[in-house]
């Protein structure tokens, strides 16, 4: 019989068990889920495997990248994966994996994208069933009233995931240019606004007069603007 190598990861958002099968990830969930049992015999048998705790280099990069992701640092991860279920639900998990950082889906939304609109109740089961947590993203699905709905984490988790992913999402221009003069604290020093008419820069929310689009740059970090040639504004002081 083959081995399927585990490891139990215990991070911010709760315990992970971890699981690798021929140098791909076949497992990251919660270690403490309802269900925890019908999706460890599921993978086991399609894979003719049993668990065995034991560390490879894929469940160590995994671990890694899932402390990337949990401080804000990391937005896609890079892990091989193994998908273990029918082909529905590999059609769902593949339409979630569609579902990017920062952005939220519903399960109808879901069926829409695997031409299955009326899928809807086999689309949620399938979403339930996922055994790869954070890599296919499960958390970004709301119902579609826009409350939150089940999760193998529990909801305070699945909230605390959203939350981190909206709060460390990249803004376009528009969408930073629109925080300008705002007053919203929000996006301090998430990034500074240049402008080149004055060669100032400043917080999103400084309440100087807020300058015409065309004549601002935006940079990530002050000494960005700095290095530019750009100089502090002494009205935010940023």
């Given at each position: 019989?083959?081995?399927?190598?585990?490891?139990?990861?215990?991070?911010?958002?709760?315990?992970?068990?971890?699981?690798?099968?021929?140098n791909k990830l076949c497992l990251l969930d919660f270690r403490y889920r309802r269900m925890r049992s019908t999706v460890d015999n599921r993978i086991k048998k399609a894979l003719n495997a049993e668990y065995f705790e034991q560390d490879n280099d894929v469940l160590i990069e995994t671990r890694k990248q899932i402390d990337e992701y949990l401080i804000g640092k990391r937005t896609e991860f890079d892990i091989?994966?193994?998908?273990?279920?029918?082909?529905?639900?590999?059609?769902?998990?593949?339409?979630?994996?569609?579902?990017?950082?920062?952005?939220?889906?519903?399960?109808?939304?879901?069926?829409?994208?695997?031409?299955?609109?009326?899928?809807?109740?086999?689309?949620?089961?399938?979403?339930?069933?996922?055994?790869?947590?954070l890599i296919i993203p499960c958390h970004r699905i709301i119902g579609s009233n826009g409350e939150l709905v089940g999760y193998g984490g529990g909801l305070p988790i699945k909230k605390r995931l959203l939350n981190l992913e909206k709060e460390n999402s990249k803004l376009t221009d528009d969408e930073m240019y629109d925080f300008i003069g705002s007053k919203?604290?929000?996006?301090?020093?998430?990034?500074?606004?240049?402008?080149?008419?004055?060669?100032?820069?400043c917080l999103p929310s400084c309440r100087a007069k807020k300058p015409n689009k065309e004549n601002v740059v935006f940079y990530d970090k002050k000494k960005e603007a700095m290095k530019n040639g750009y100089r502090a504004c002494k009205v935010c002081k940023p």
């Open positions: 019989m083959s081995q399927i190598d585990i490891q139990y990861y215990k991070t911010k958002i709760g315990e992970l068990i971890l699981g690798s099968f021929e091989p994966i193994l998908m273990v279920g029918s082909d529905f639900q590999k059609q769902v998990w593949n339409a979630l994996i569609n579902v990017k950082y920062g952005e939220i889906a519903s399960y109808l939304d879901l069926a829409r994208n695997i031409d299955n609109e009326k899928a809807v109740r086999a689309v949620a089961s399938a979403n339930g069933a996922n055994s790869i947590g919203n604290k929000k996006f301090d020093y998430k990034f500074v606004t240049a402008v080149k008419t004055t060669g100032i820069f």
